[in-house]
């Protein structure tokens, strides 16, 4: 049985996903954040992605603080500047990600009217084709090995299984269609970011 503290961060994974998916969608069809924000909304959206994510990754600490079901894979000493190389590299590919795609590509910007000119292939796109979310499953991996307990571990493999899922059967076919009907799309086009 899973306790109360790992419920909630099971939660929390899925609802920070589902939600960005579904304000995604909805902004696309009805333009309502635009409608009551204005050009800029991306920007308060990426603020709140971020908050969101924060949360998430706050239950994901406090589940496994709380947790007792210690595996000790690693001694201390390993774990820690192991668990912190897999955490700090996981934020650099976040970072690197943002750098390639911008705050308009990296936060659902073509559900708000920021459509690029062409997909983004350079920077970790050349190795990923959903790095930010490799960097997020990375760095909860970090974290995992440096609480050295069992909930971390399967809290990253359902991060990761969210992710994918989300990329590949919700996130992957609303691209699909938002290019696939650009006109009605764009609201403001951007270029691709070399």
């Known amino acids: 049985m899973l306790s109360s503290s790992t419920g909630q961060a099971v939660a929390a994974i899925v609802l920070h996903v589902v939600n960005y998916n579904a304000t995604a969608h909805i902004e696309y069809k009805t333009r309502t954040f635009n409608k009551i924000i204005g050009r800029h ?3 308060a959206y990426a603020v709140y992605l971020v908050i969101s994510a924060l949360v998430r990754d706050f239950f994901i600490h406090r589940a496994l603080e709380s947790a007792n079901d210690t595996i000790p894979i690693f001694p201390a000493d390993v774990a820690y500047y192991l668990g912190n190389s897999l955490f700090y590299l996981g934020v650099a590919l976040n970072l690197w990600t943002l750098y390639a795609l911008g705050i308009k590509g990296m936060y659902n910007g073509d ?3 920021w459509l690029m000119d062409a997909p983004v292939v350079n920077g970790p ?7 930010q979310y490799v960097g997020t499953t990375v760095a909860a991996l970090g974290h995992a090995v440096m609480f050295q307990k069992l909930t971390g571990y399967a809290l990253t493999i359902l991060v990761g299984v969210v992710f994918y899922i989300s990329a590949k059967y919700v996130e992957s076919p609303h ?3 938002i290019y696939s009907h650009r006109k009605e ?5 951007t270029k691709k970011k070399q």
């Open 41 to 43: 909304t991306i920007y």
């Open 111 to 113: 559900s708000f009217g």
């Open 125 to 131: 796109y050349a190795y990923f084709s959903d790095p």
């Open 175 to 177: 691209l699909r269609w």
């Open 185 to 189: 799309s764009t609201l403001y086009p």
